[in-house]
């Protein structure tokens, strides 16, 4: 893990604990597995002191139950005392795979009821924890962030619900739009962003890369996502481009305006591979357009990096457009949760986050400043020159 240093000098705030939803299983336990074996590595000398109690342990899982009752009704039970831990509660809204019975029907679970979740178990916890931390990568109901006219604004209203059931700090990934954290300006919000585990996943499959401004350009879909290709460009050392989203404002189609057609700005394609980067895919529809429209500008190579692959409308449309050839690779994090299909896809690469998320817990927990986790400009520097002079070709987490 990075900045070992730093972890060795001080002292845990409280004895670390993690809640891992059933929808967040796989990745909490990647995250618990890496949390054990490092702490069993650092600080040996005061393993068994009173600073450091339960700070190696053989796991940080809290055994609990969400179970149902006939009517779909639910509760939270916690199966040990989480009196004085540093908790951290981690959950994916958008598992759509977990079902329960209602009236002896089954229900998918929905983000509104894997949120009613989370809220249980902050309650089952009443008051007794040190401190609570909730990360949701992907952040509930963030694409309803701000107000056009009579609708709810349900992003910050579930921010000032966590907080106001004494949530400390809540860590999310590429939030849909970061501002939302303002409905809540006296308590923590930390927003981490994936743009080095993208680059580490891409140039580990793809050895032929050219990083530099004659042979690489990064695209913004739209307008929403010009910060991170910006941020992205800026450390690759490479020029940028994005396409206008022109929507027909007289129209409303499933509550949003339908897009006319994508129009381009910025420098020439033509022979030069393409990044495009975006916080996420849900149907995939206008990130295909803009994928198809820069091969037809006669870009080399497509290459789409998204933190979250939702994938709401299957993989047909990916399918075909792949074997059109109007994109090569699609990049997307392991924070949601993905279908086996999708992992047996050619073009599917995985940017493993487990990591970078144990670092963030263990930082926290800590009390350690985290502008060296959240800004990786050094770490992506030093891959592009591992990467173009070839030393070590397969870049480590």
């Excluded at 079902?99 to 008051?127: E, F, V, W």
């Excluded at 206008?244 to 030069?272: C, M, Q, T």
């Excluded at 073009?347 to 963030?360: G, L, Q, R």
């Amino acid at each position: 893990m990075p900045n070992i240093d730093l972890l060795e000098n001080s002292m845990q705030i409280a004895p670390l604990k993690l809640i891992v939803h059933e929808s967040a299983r796989q990745l909490g336990n990647e995250v618990n597995n890496f949390l054990v074996t490092s702490r069993k590595n650092m600080n040996k000398p005061y393993h068994g002191s009173p600073a450091y109690i339960d700070y190696d342990p053989d796991t940080f899982l809290i055994n609990f139950d969400c179970p149902r009752f006939g009517t779909g009704e639910g509760k939270a039970v916690l199966n040990e005392s989480v009196r004085g831990k540093d908790l951290f509660i981690i959950a994916d809204p958008c598992n759509h795979s977990l079902t329960y019975k209602i009236n002896g029907y089954t229900n998918h679970m929905s983000p509104d009821n894997i949120y009613q979740d989370i809220k249980r178990l902050i309650a089952a916890t009443a008051g007794k924890a040190h401190r609570i931390t909730v990360f949701m990568p992907f952040l509930y109901e963030s694409r309803q962030h701000k107000r056009y006219k009579r609708e709810s604004l349900d992003a910050a209203l579930a921010l000032e619900e966590l907080t106001s059931m004494g949530v400390s700090n809540i860590v999310t990934f590429d939030a849909h739009d970061p501002k939302v954290q303002n409905s809540i300006p006296l308590s923590g919000f930390d927003n981490f962003m994936p743009p080095y585990q993208f680059l580490r996943a891409l140039i580990n499959y793809e050895k032929d890369l050219i990083i530099d401004k004659e042979h690489l350009i990064v695209i913004s879909p739209d307008e929403g996502a010009l910060d991170r290709a910006v941020y992205f460009a800026g450390v690759l050392g490479v020029n940028i481009g994005m396409f206008y989203k022109r929507r027909d404002y007289s129209k409303v189609v499933n509550g949003k305006n339908p897009i006319v057609a994508h129009e381009f700005l910025g420098d020439a394609v033509d022979g030069r591979d393409v990044i495009i980067i975006d916080d996420m895919i849900s149907s995939g529809g206008s990130m295909l357009d803009t994928a198809k429209q820069l091969k037809e500008m006669n870009a080399k190579r497509v290459f789409i990096c998204t933190t979250f692959g939702l994938f709401t409308d299957g993989l047909e449309l990916f399918d075909e457009a792949y074997e059109k050839c109007y994109f090569d690779r699609v990049i997307t994090t392991n924070l949601t949760y993905h279908t086996d299909e999708i992992r047996t896809r050619p073009y599917y690469v995985e940017a493993n986050m487990s990591k970078f998320m144990a670092s963030i817990i263990d930082f926290l927990n800590h009390d350690i400043a985290l502008s060296t986790v959240s800004t990786p400009t050094d770490k992506i520097r030093d891959a592009i020159e591992k990467y173009n002079n070839r030393k070590d070709p397969v870049l480590e987490e």
